[in-house]
């Protein structure tokens, strides 16, 4: 008969196996990228002027570094989407020299109508942390070691994308008529609403709130302004999920049933991307794989 020893130490064994075993699965599930596509019935009838849709290319957290091809490769095959509109919402970078990678990857996107808006992982770079903090719901410290925001900013710019960082913009794309206003990092006070605050251009066909994290402060304030969607992201979906996709965190303020996909903010519509990476320091995800969402806005019925 084997003996309270032996018991615990093949149990122990066992556990160690399946730790593994779940360990190599969620490293492995980080570069299986999937493309969402959800329909939002947003716009005004006869607004589309009979065209099926306008679509909004959301990307988000892509926490770039300068060995990840295999993603670059990917987002640069969005552009055959042909959005009408690029929206991208901060965590552009996980390391000193992943500017590169980032502009590789969004090369042929930027060659389309973009906005963005920054996160904490744009400025400055991460660091390792405890996971059990992170499980917490803990906030986390940024690191202060900074990152060469400044030439990717740059770079968006010179090629057409919009910085809505406290900032608003009104413009036209495919014809639609377009109000946009972002903050930046609200998730650790960067943002300053006021100095965006108001509402939309009465005569936009569809009005754009931007922000990183989409902390419920935030979220009143455009959805009292009157603002029709808000696109975030941050909440890498949970990145640790239960099966189904359960979020068990959202390292923000929004409740885990809305941290990443569409929902409603009262009046205003919100969309969460669950992201395409992830801190080089946790290179794990868990029931929650990496995504890009294509938004289908039609008219209403």
């Not at 003996?3 to 699965?25: D, N, P």
């Not at 552009?92 to 990678?101: C, F, I, M």
């Not at 990857?105 to 390792?128: I, K, M, Q, S």
Request: aromatic share 8%.
């Amino acid at each position: 008969m084997a003996s309270i020893f032996q018991v615990t130490a093949r149990a122990l064994g066992g556990l160690a196996l399946g730790g593994a075993a779940t360990l190599g699965w969620a490293m492995r599930e980080c570069t299986q990228f999937r493309l969402h596509e959800v329909e939002v019935p947003i716009l005004e009838p006869g607004t589309l002027d009979g065209r099926d849709a306008f679509r909004i290319l959301h990307i988000s957290d892509l926490h770039m570094i300068p060995t990840q091809r295999a993603k670059q490769e990917w987002v640069r095959s969005l552009d055959a989407l042909q959005p009408d509109l690029v929206v991208n919402t901060g965590d552009n970078l996980s390391d000193q020299k992943g500017v590169p990678g980032v502009l590789r990857a969004l090369e042929p996107l930027l060659r389309r109508p973009g906005l963005f808006v920054f996160g904490t992982n744009d400025y400055f770079a991460p660091r390792p942390v405890n996971p059990f903090k992170y499980l917490l719901g803990k906030k986390r410290k940024v690191s202060r070691v900074p990152l060469p925001w400044q030439g990717m900013r740059a770079a968006f710019v010179e090629h057409g994308w919009m910085d809505a960082n406290q900032a608003r913009h009104e413009f036209k794309a495919s014809g639609l008529k377009i109000a946009a206003a972002g903050v930046d990092d609200p998730h650790h006070d960067l943002d300053d609403y006021e100095e965006i605050a108001g509402p939309p251009h009465p005569e936009a066909d569809l009005s754009l709130a931007l922000l990183h994290a989409p902390e419920p402060r935030v979220l009143e304030r455009f959805e009292a302004d009157g603002y029709m969607l808000s696109l975030s992201g941050h909440t890498h979906g949970g990145q640790v999920c239960l099966p189904g996709g359960k979020a068990l965190v959202t390292n923000c303020g929004i409740d885990p049933e809305r941290c990443k996909g569409l929902h409603r903010f009262g009046k205003m519509f919100m969309h969460v991307s669950n992201g395409l990476g992830q801190s080089k320091f946790a290179p794990v995800r868990l029931f929650c794989k990496p995504s890009a969402t294509l938004l289908r806005l039609v008219e209403k019925v």
